[in-house]
């Protein structure tokens, strides 16, 4: 397999007295669906920027598609990298085709206009979405989790090679949650895409994603590994590192071949629920 992202050495703070990244090296594979977790705080969305080269590390660099991306143009990552952030509400009253088409300026001809390529895309990220329906309405007019799910389309329609998602199910409700996740799963398997999503849902990255990146709090790492681990879902989200990253007890149970994981808050201490279960 291929490289699609190689992150060596990735240092970064916000001042002198506070980093938030510390020496973070990883690799991920084309085609594979990578989750980014950790608590608030610990540099997920740093490092999505960092990825998408919106901030240059202080020290380390980041290949995409083994090049490295200091060198990029912003033309060159966009035809390399799409992101999806969290929600939010332009201060124009642009529709929600409006903003799928968005993804695809990079792509306009001379004459600055859409092409029937661009339209098939941006067409068929919101059949994929479920945002068809209000295709017409401007943003501020639907919910929360509709302009999410218009957000990700917009993403989709970029069509990169590279899909980098800042908690994409954020303002979801449970069904579209899943709904969401089988999206990009069958986006990641049928066209190989490279998905990098950070989540707080640690039972959907079980489910859905191949790897796992956690980031822990600078200070909370033991002396043999660094502040962050990386490899197979199933052996980075077990319930030890989960509560060591938390700071969190937790209840572990499987069901068929899935382990899962529930907080258990100060209440449940006066229950009969152990703290872990299998």
Avoid: W
Avoid at 66 to 86: F, K, P, Y
Avoid at 167 to 189: A, G, N
Avoid at 225 to 242: D, Q
């Amino acid at each position: 397999m291929t490289s699609a992202i190689q992150a060596e050495h990735v240092t970064f703070g916000y001042g002198r007295d506070r980093p938030v990244l510390r020496d973070v090296g990883f690799e991920v594979q084309a085609g594979t669906f990578l989750a980014i977790a950790g608590p608030n705080g610990v540099g997920k969305s740093t490092l999505i920027n960092i990825l998408a080269g919106l901030l240059r590390p202080q020290s380390g660099e980041i290949l995409l598609e083994g090049a490295n991306l200091r060198s990029c143009s912003v033309q060159d990552i966009a035809r390399r990298v799409a992101v999806v952030r969290q929600e939010f509400i332009p201060a124009f009253g642009f529709s929600a085709i409006e903003t799928v088409l968005m993804a695809r300026t990079l792509h306009y001809g001379r004459l600055g206009f859409e092409s029937g390529t661009d339209r098939e895309l941006a067409r068929r990220a919101m059949e994929l979405t479920a945002t068809t329906e209000f295709a017409s309405r401007t943003l501020g007019s639907l919910s929360a989790g509709e302009r999410q799910r218009v957000f990700i389309a917009r993403g989709l329609a970029q069509n990169t090679p590279i899909l980098l998602l800042d908690e994409p199910t954020s303002f979801l409700d449970l069904k579209h949650q899943v709904q969401i996740y089988d999206l990009l799963k069958s986006i990641q398997t049928d066209k190989g895409t490279t998905i990098v999503a950070i989540t707080h849902d640690i039972n959907l990255a079980t489910q859905y994603c191949d790897q796992t990146l956690l980031l822990y709090p600078l200070g909370s790492e033991p002396v043999e590994h660094p502040s962050y681990r990386i490899g197979k879902t199933t052996e980075i989200l077990t319930p030890e590192e989960v509560e060591r990253a938390f700071d969190v007890r937790v209840f572990s149970a499987i069901m068929g071949n899935e382990r899962f994981l529930i907080p258990l808050g100060a209440r449940a201490g006066n229950s009969n629920l152990p703290g872990r279960a299998s």
